[in-house]
């Protein structure tokens, strides 16, 4: 099973970025997805689920209203566009997969992680 996170980078406050998630090694629509960040010298933050189909999704507070998760279960893709982008946003991000919810958070399978850096 291999997830391999992208599209992070440098991008300015206020700014948008997107990233992506590709998934291989597993039946990809039979598993939830979620976003997770770690920022230097904090603990891991779970941002964003979407179920397997993607009909159901999830935010952490710290980022509703300004990043939304989507899947393309076709192409073995989770994206996650990120507007209005903060300082505080600057993490490393993972995807997760597994056959869990929201509130579970028992992801079997991680990313490698993309680097955002907010500049302010």
């Known amino acids: 099973v291999q997830l391999q996170a992208s599209g992070g980078g440098l991008v300015q406050a206020g700014g948008s970025l997107r990233l992506s998630c590709v998934v291989s090694?597993?039946?990809?629509?039979?598993?939830?997805v979620a976003w997770v960040r770690q920022a230097p010298g904090k603990e891991r933050e779970f941002i964003s689920h979407i179920s397997f189909s993607g009909e159901v999704t999830f935010y952490s507070d710290s980022v509703k209203g300004r990043f939304t998760i989507s899947r393309d279960n076709a192409k073995n893709m989770v994206y996650l566009n990120m507007n209005n982008l903060k300082s505080e946003d600057t993490a490393v991000y993972y995807c997760?997969?597994?056959?869990?919810?929201?509130?579970?958070?028992?992801?079997?399978?991680w990313g490698q992680g993309t680097l955002v850096t907010v500049s302010s």
């Open positions: 090694g597993l039946p990809f629509s039979n598993y939830a």
């Open positions: 997760a997969a597994g056959r869990t919810g929201w509130f579970q958070k028992a992801y079997d399978y």
